[in-house]
């Protein structure tokens, strides 16, 4: 998908490490504006090209007086005053955009942290009066805090502290909020969002599915060449298979679809899946068998990461023969391997292709996205790696995937290696798991919860516990539930179940998994943990 050719403005994020920097993203194309993030540190030639209507400055973990603190390039700001693009700092970006143009920033005599109030001191562009609350309740999370604004900016908000809340220059088009309006925590801030980017900044709304898909098939057609075969990788996930729906509505039989059973899958994965595929679907789908492959590589293997890799080569190696094959029945060997990364994929992965990021920290690698080998042989088609999980549910059901399919939890690329805590092919380890994972979610199902969790799955741990059945001592596994309620994936929450709920689902599993004497919960959120445990 070519930013240039969406049919709305296009408000760009320059990212400085905030963990809440693509809440802004995802919360500006919530309002059918079409929002990107790249580094903050990114060259100026690199935002020009891109054409923003909007400027966002995100947040972020450092302070202006560090000497190697990121910033925006050099021209940057006359750039934007002289194109008529209007610039929003965010916490950090608020300080950032006041030492650049000769404020000054200090370290603040008090933190501010969480939920504070600000009194907002008159109406103005940013909060015109009957916009926006006089007094509101907002998340804060900063160290330093502006005491000199530059020339031509006005304080137009206070924390109770007397901290600078929020500050704008309207002839300049610069604007700032000491604040976070994309978390929800700021009761306000989609409202003062919204009025931002249709009010002050006149932008265009115009980001919806329907645009996307018909840009992605253009896209598609365009790289493939007319005589061109494509592999798809399916997984049995939601991402694969609208990546893959989407491809084949652009260039159909040509389309060489592969589902690899590599040993690592759910209870009964590999027959319900692959009876969507054919029922369901209709998509051509060749089943590969490489579960001694994938278990032998894996063998004593207990660093995520590394099985992660491992995975990761494993595929391509499948791939790469299955090409060979088809190169054999065709004669002409496919080009391109198409795969269902996501926005939150290439976010969360090291380092994220083409953003250059070196401001946030990273959080893990996929198969898909940071555990491909430099010798490659297939090209790669990426036609979701622009979008949200929610987002490519509302593109798979503009392509008729039927809706049962879309709404299925989320299930990792390196399938249980990950929910395996340890080494995957000592013992039993997969087959509990199995067994726990469909008690847990099949109760999910009867309980009428499903569709109100984003993702639930059992993880088992490489501890054992004293217990005691059936009048006899036992030193048996334990295994942990999670659940969480999520929009994207980028933050979530732990599910709360009914205390009836658990223990129903903690009999159930001891008393039906052989080996499993001890079940737990996990009840963080994230931040500060990830989704998957590895």
């Not at 000054?104 to 926006?132: N, T, W």
């Not at 160290?143 to 530059?150: F, I, K, M, S, W």
């Not at 137009?156 to 809340?165: E, L, M, Y």
């Not at 430099?374 to 995937?401: A, S």
Request: proline fraction near 5%; charged fraction near 25%.
């Amino acid at each position: 998908m070519d930013p240039k050719n969406v049919k709305s403005d296009l408000v760009l994020i320059l990212d400085y490490g905030s963990q809440y920097t693509h809440l802004i993203t995802r919360r500006i194309r919530s309002l059918s504006v079409f929002s990107l993030c790249i580094s903050g540190t990114s060259s100026l030639a690199t935002i020009t090209d891109l054409n923003p209507s909007v400027v966002i400055l995100s947040g972020g973990p450092h302070s202006v007086h560090t000497p190697d603190s990121p910033s925006f390039p050099d021209g940057f700001l006359s750039w934007a005053r002289s194109h008529g693009v209007v610039v929003l700092g965010i916490c950090y970006g608020l300080q950032l955009l006041v030492q650049r143009l000769g404020g000054d920033v200090r370290v603040g005599h008090k933190q501010e942290y969480g939920r504070m109030e600000i009194c907002v001191d008159k109406p103005s562009a940013l909060f015109p009066s009957g916009k926006v609350g006089k007094r509101q309740v907002v998340w804060m999370s900063h160290g330093d805090e502006a005491v000199t604004l530059p020339d031509g900016f006005h304080v137009i908000a206070r924390s109770d502290q007397g901290a600078v809340a929020a500050i704008e220059n309207p002839s300049a088009k610069f604007y700032g909020l000491q604040y976070h309006p994309e978390v929800t925590h700021t009761e306000e801030g989609m409202d003062t969002l919204r009025h931002f980017l249709f009010d002050v900044c006149g932008v265009e709304a115009g980001w919806n599915m329907e645009d996307v898909m018909e840009e992605e098939i253009k896209v598609i057609n365009d790289t493939v060449g007319p005589d061109e075969h494509v592999i798809c990788a399916l997984s049995g996930g939601v991402d694969s298979t609208v990546a893959a729906t989407l491809v084949h509505k652009a260039i159909g039989g040509r389309l060489h679809c592969v589902f690899v059973d590599n040993g690592l899958l759910r209870y009964k994965e590999r027959e319900r899946v692959m009876e969507t595929f054919e029922k369901d679907l209709h998509l051509p789908v060749v089943c590969v068998d490489a579960v001694d492959q994938f278990l032998t590589k894996l063998k004593g293997v207990t660093d995520p990461e590394t099985k992660r890799k491992i995975i990761g080569k494993e595929f391509i190696c499948i791939f790469d023969a299955f090409a060979q094959e088809l190169e054999a029945k065709l004669g002409k060997k496919p080009a391109y391997l198409v795969q269902g990364t996501l926005y939150p994929d290439v976010i969360e992965s090291c380092p994220p292709p083409g953003t250059g990021r070196t401001h946030s920290h990273t959080i893990k690698s996929h198969h898909n996205v940071g555990g491909l080998p430099k010798d490659m042989k297939l090209k790669l088609i990426e036609p979701l790696k622009l979008l949200f999980k929610d987002e490519v549910r509302q593109l798979g059901k503009i392509l008729n995937v039927p809706e049962a399919f879309l709404k299925r939890h989320p299930f990792p690329g390196p399938g249980l290696a990950v929910r395996v805590l340890g080494d995957v092919t000592e013992g039993n380890a997969l087959d509990i798991l199995r067994q726990v994972d469909e008690i847990f979610i099949q109760s999910i199902k009867d309980a009428g919860l499903y569709d109100s969790i984003w993702q639930a799955f059992a993880v088992f741990l490489p501890v054992r516990s004293v217990g005691v059945q059936g009048d006899q001592r036992t030193h048996s596994h334990v295994v942990a539930l999670r659940a969480v309620t999520s929009h994207d994936g980028m933050t979530a929450d732990w599910y709360y179940f009914e205390h009836k709920f658990l223990d129903d689902v903690a009999r159930k599993i001891c008393n039906g998994v052989r080996g499993v004497n001890r079940v737990v919960q996990d009840i963080t959120s994230k931040p500060p943990s990830t989704i998957e445990w590895e």
